[in-house]
């Protein structure tokens, strides 16, 4: 890869200069090799035990979930693809032990770049009634990959905050605070963001993905624009949703039109901030393009289950 590609070029080049599949010969600086260890409860092998001499059914639930992308600089359709092997979801429950929620019979790969104004739906699955404050998205590394240009790279999974399911590394299990709390009969519905501009960094010819993805029950979403005091759009540029606990909930980044959606998030107030500059949890820093000097806009949303929220036209 040359150096002196632009940054939208080299952005979405970051996607595609890795080599070998991460496995248990792979030494990267931060490589996990542990495995988890609680128990997991499978659809096969049934959800609840059933009362013996009333013979009464488990008391069961259903939870629906949906998949959004956050853009990614530089990432058209026509050049390129993120393709996530989504094996499926677990819920965590209050013990750390996940009951299997979606699986797949092999591997569903997914182009996340597709969906960043829209929707996939991942599936229904069905839990005991309760709480679970944890979902895990778990994905088969064999089969993520990057496609630009025509050409494909694999991708390797180094975060060590998310552990791997077997000894062999075979499948990575992405650990997503959402707290599901459902009663017989209920069906709630949940949407994921997969944040891949925030997940990847190009270091020494090897994309590392430190996977951050966000959830928020229902379907919420805030959009608007960014443009400079001119009315010309500002690309590039970060849009940080923060909530009230000053802890940042996820982000986006505003496209060549300065348009941006944030989506995946939770129930509460925010303060939605404009940042020209920004490091990503991948190690990259953004500059934006066509900013004011000085100007980094904020404003405060109260955002619901399903509210569809348009902020206009942020001044940067």
Aim: hydrophobic content about 40%.
């Amino acid at each position: 890869m040359k150096r002196n590609l632009s940054l939208a070029i080299a952005a979405t080049l970051i996607l595609g200069a890795c080599s070998a599949p991460h496995g248990a010969s792979t030494a990267l600086p931060g490589a996990k090799t542990t495995a988890q260890k609680h128990v997991r409860h499978l659809k096969s092998a049934g959800r609840a035990p059933l009362n013996v001499l009333g013979g009464a059914p488990p008391r069961l639930f259903d939870v629906v979930l949906d998949i959004f992308d956050a853009p990614l600089i530089g990432a058209t359709a026509a050049n390129s693809q993120f393709n996530a092997g989504i094996l499926g979801v677990d819920a965590i429950d209050a013990n750390g032990d996940s009951w299997q929620l979606i699986a797949n019979d092999k591997a569903q790969v997914v182009n996340l770049l597709a969906l960043q104004t829209s929707s996939m739906n991942l599936g229904k699955g069905t839990l005991p009634e309760g709480s679970y404050p944890a979902i895990q998205l778990l994905l088969d590394p064999s089969v993520t990959s990057v496609t630009y240009n025509g050409q494909t790279y694999p991708a390797q999974f180094v975060d060590p905050n998310h552990p791997w399911w077997d000894p062999t590394q075979a499948i990575e299990a992405v650990t997503i605070p959402l707290d599901v709390t459902g009663s017989d009969g209920q069906t709630i519905g949940a949407s994921l963001d997969f944040n891949v501009f925030q997940s990847a960094n190009l270091a020494n010819g090897v994309v590392l993905l430190t996977p951050t993805v966000t959830a928020g029950l229902g379907s919420p979403s805030i959009t608007g624009t960014v443009a400079n005091a001119a009315g010309a759009p500002v690309a590039n540029a970060m849009i940080v949703a923060t909530d009230a606990g000053g802890n940042v909930t996820n982000t986006s980044v505003s496209g060549a039109d300065g348009t941006f959606h944030i989506h995946g998030i939770k129930a509460g107030g925010y303060t939605i901030t404009v940042a020209n500059t920004y490091t990503t949890n991948a190690g990259m820093t953004v500059t934006a393009a066509d900013a004011d000097p000085g100007a980094s806009p904020s404003t405060y949303v109260i955002v619901g289950p399903n509210s569809q929220i348009n902020l206009g036209t942020l001044n940067d």
